[in-house]
Antibody
Framework: EVKLVESGGGLVQPGRSLKLSCAASGFNFNNYWMTWVRQAPGKGLEWIGEINKDGSTINYTPSLKEKFTISRDNAQNTLYLQMSKLGSEDTAIYYC?????????WGQGVMVTVSS | DVLMTQTPVSLPVSLGGQVSISCRSSQSLLHSDRNTYLHWYLQKPGQSPQLLIYRVSNRFSGVPGRFSGSGSWTDFTLKISRVEPEDLGVYYCLQSSHFPYTFGAGTKLELK
């Protein structure tokens, strides 16, 4: 069974940084691109970016490229999202998803709240 | 960025009925590899999105046959026949033909 479990969310002050993790199991993590998507409270889905199988290619939505960094550790079957200079507009549920193009399986999401 | 326009925003339905959701893109989604990367998702209340249809018309594993997708270039449709209670929620289209990938704003399927 494909399973994706996000962690690392919580309350963070404006301007601070936070790193999210996504633990993958039930499939060969090394064989898949991975994606991050977020959803602000009561809003729609926003594609953040994707990373290829070995981490050598990463694509971001331009508006987030300077703040967010996607990485992965294939030995640990884990995907990461490093977020910096957080603002209230970054308050959202953050989802990881398998596959860069189709996002065929999603995690349950992790809430990040940016507030003083 | 490719703008994805979904209509309607809200769609009241009776159980057993049939509905269609439209997704229009601001530019053609036909990729240079000749595939069209337009996908449909359902987000049930309190849950993560789930993939229903990929590349316009291919049902994902376990998705019932009452869901069908069609379209080409800039105009795409998701049809649901014989709507069941578990079909209620918000439907999103996603284009992954052009960077950055973009979602439609969503269509909420709710009971009349």
């Amino acid at each position: 069974e494909v399973k994706l479990v996000e962690s690392g969310g919580g309350l963070v002050q404006p301007g601070r940084s936070l790193k999210l993790s996504c633990a993958a199991s039930g499939f060969n993590f090394n064989n898949y691109w991975m994606t991050w998507v977020r959803q602000a409270p009561g809003k729609g889905l926003e594609w953040i970016g994707e990373i290829n199988k070995d981490g050598s290619t990463i694509n971001y939505t331009p508006s987030l490229k300077e703040k967010f960094t996607i990485s992965r550790d294939n030995a640990q079957n884990t995907l990461y999202l490093q977020m910096s200079k957080l603002g209230s507009e970054d308050t959202a549920i953050y989802y990881c998803a398998r596959d860069g193009s189709y996002c065929d399986y999603w995690g349950q999401g992790v809430m990040v709240t940016v507030s003083s | 960025d490719v703008l994805m326009t979904q209509t309607p925003v809200s769609l009241p339905v009776s159980l057993g009925g049939q509905v269609s959701i439209s997704c229009r893109s601001s530019q053609s989604l036909l990729h240079s590899d000749r595939n069209t990367y337009l996908h449909w998702y359902l987000q049930k209340p309190g849950q993560s999105p789930q993939l229903l249809i990929y590349r316009v018309s291919n049902r994902f594993s376990g998705v019932p046959g009452r869901f069908s997708g069609s379209g080409s270039w800039t105009d795409f449709t998701l049809k649901i026949s014989r709507v069941e209670p578990e079909d209620l929620g918000v439907y999103y289209c996603l284009q992954s033909s052009h960077f950055p990938y973009t979602f439609g704003a969503g269509t909420k399927l709710e009971l009349k």
